[in-house]
């Protein structure tokens, strides 16, 4: 069986050496890059990000991997993103001001309602049979997160309760977006990781 | 819904883990690493690093450890302080391996936190506040002086704003000590909209869940005894934590 390669976009925002760490246990190869011909060598990209979307957008943007990542799109390649690399995955963002995103996935990213806050353990409740997600139905995972995804209900796989419920994991085609961090949420998110990975490459 | 969190805390000084007793004596442990390991296998919901004189002696995050504590791959959310002056110093800690920062002194330089806010988000950052109670009201301990002032509206504002998300309360008074954890730096505390995180002195399950009862504690933090008593991590959150904190795991349970 092929080995399959993870290329990690990066573009200088996020924690790729967690990523990076995890996606070697499970027996992945990876690749860091923010060069197209390295990427368009993987299997699958995965984005990574932890902080605010505009700067998030604006740094893809100033790489031109945003483009990149449409064209693959355009492909039906495979992409992974991960907590704000779901969210950058929409058309928009609210955080602060009006920004828009790759529009990968019809939907914009809102502010949670109070207490606004939504760090630590919680469980991911599956809304629509995929079976990416299917062992991981009712499991914990880490979230950090203060805005999140709203958008129709056909691209939402998995919702989380935060007080009021939102979009904890969203999917088009091949295109999948989780708002917690598999990489960080021990064995079940190691499972998860797997099973997004190796699922998206034969989906 | 969302659950408390058990909290590991790694008191690190000279580049050592180190027992502290109210931050003024202290006792070797070990390599930091060895101990944010562990925890990561036991399955504490955080780990969260302090690196105690970085601050105090001006040098900046000690980014070494960082790079030590990154190359195991955790698994475990890290949060990572001491010495932070800087973006750029915030910045790099979370491009490490770290999902969040602790600000300490810096809290007192809205432009600096703002800053990092604006960089990696609010919801990477937790403002650490060293408290203690004096009978009238809360005081703030200044590390770098060691002297205690009242705490003010000013000491406040960030969380208010939410340029900051999470109050790490240290009780550094009792901090070292066994069940000593003053619980009116939980209830006195000024501003109930913001989620605490209550560290020093919080050793017993009885503790553990009378603090999380409180609606504004997300968090318990604990140091020496969470690493040295056995399968500490099951026992305290199988006793104190009930449904409000994630279950307690053995690796077993994944094979």
Redesign the interface.
């Known amino acids: 069986m092929k080995k399959i390669t993870v290329g990690i976009v990066d573009y200088g925002v996020?924690?790729?050496?967690?990523v990076r760490?995890?996606l070697?246990?499970l027996g992945l190869r990876c690749r860091t890059s923010d060069d197209p011909v390295v990427l368009d060598g993987c299997d699958v990209l995965l984005l990574p990000g932890?902080?605010?979307f505009r700067?998030a957008i604006e740094a893809l943007r100033a790489r031109a991997l945003d483009r990149y990542l449409l064209d693959r799109a355009d492909r039906n390649l495979p992409l992974l993103g991960i907590c704000?690399g779901m969210q950058l995955l929409a058309q928009a963002s609210h955080e602060?001001g009006f920004t828009h995103g790759l529009g990968l996935v019809p939907g914009e990213v809102v502010e949670l309602p109070?207490?606004?806050?939504?760090?630590?353990?919680?469980t991911i409740e599956q809304v629509q049979v995929d079976p990416l997600f299917h062992e991981s139905d009712g499991q914990?995972f880490?979230?950090?997160?203060?805005y999140a995804y709203r958008g129709p209900i056909e691209f939402q796989i998995c919702r989380t309760?935060?007080?009021e419920e939102f979009a904890s994991a969203i999917r088009r085609d091949r295109i999948v977006g989780v708002q917690f961090?598999p990489?960080?949420?021990?064995?079940a998110?190691?499972?998860l990781l797997r099973q997004l990975i190796v699922g998206l490459c034969d989906a | 819904m969302l659950k408390k969190r058990l909290v590991g805390v790694i008191t690190v000084r000279d580049g050592w883990a180190v027992q502290s007793f109210g931050y003024r004596r202290y006792l070797p442990l070990g390599h930091p690493e060895k101990l944010a390991e562990n925890l990561d296998r036991w399955g504490a919901d955080e780990i969260l690093v302090l690196c105690i004189d970085r601050t105090r002696r001006n040098v900046g995050p000690d980014f070494d450890l960082l790079r030590r504590l990154g190359s195991l791959g955790l698994s475990t959310p890290l949060a990572f302080g001491g010495g932070i002056r800087t973006v750029a110093e915030a910045g790099a800690i979370i491009q490490s391996g770290a999902e969040r920062v602790c600000i300490d002194a810096a809290l007192r330089d809205a432009g600096v936190v703002g800053g990092i806010s604006a960089l990696v988000g609010a919801q990477a950052i937790i403002g650490v506040l060293p408290l203690s109670f004096d009978g009238a009201g809360l005081q703030r301990l200044d590390y770098l002086s060691g002297r205690s002032t009242p705490l003010t509206a000013a000491d406040l504002s960030l969380f208010d704003r939410r340029v900051v998300s999470e109050a790490l309360i240290v009780d550094w008074r009792h901090e070292g000590m066994t069940a000593a954890f003053d619980f009116n730096l939980i209830r006195r505390f000024p501003a109930p909209d913001v989620p605490l995180i209550a560290f020093g002195g919080v050793s017993e399950a009885d503790q553990l869940k009378m603090l999380f009862d409180d609606d504004r504690v997300a968090a318990v933090g604990i140091g020496n005894s969470l690493s040295y008593r056995e399968h500490a991590v099951q026992m305290l959150k199988r006793q104190a934590g009930g449904t409000s904190i994630r279950a307690a795991r053995f690796v077993s349970d994944s094979r």
């Open positions: 996020g924690n790729h050496a967690s760490h995890t070697n246990e932890v902080g605010a700067p704000l602060d109070a207490p606004h806050w939504h760090i630590g353990w919680n914990s880490y979230f950090n997160h203060s309760n935060a007080g961090h990489e960080k949420s021990q064995a998110g190691r499972a």
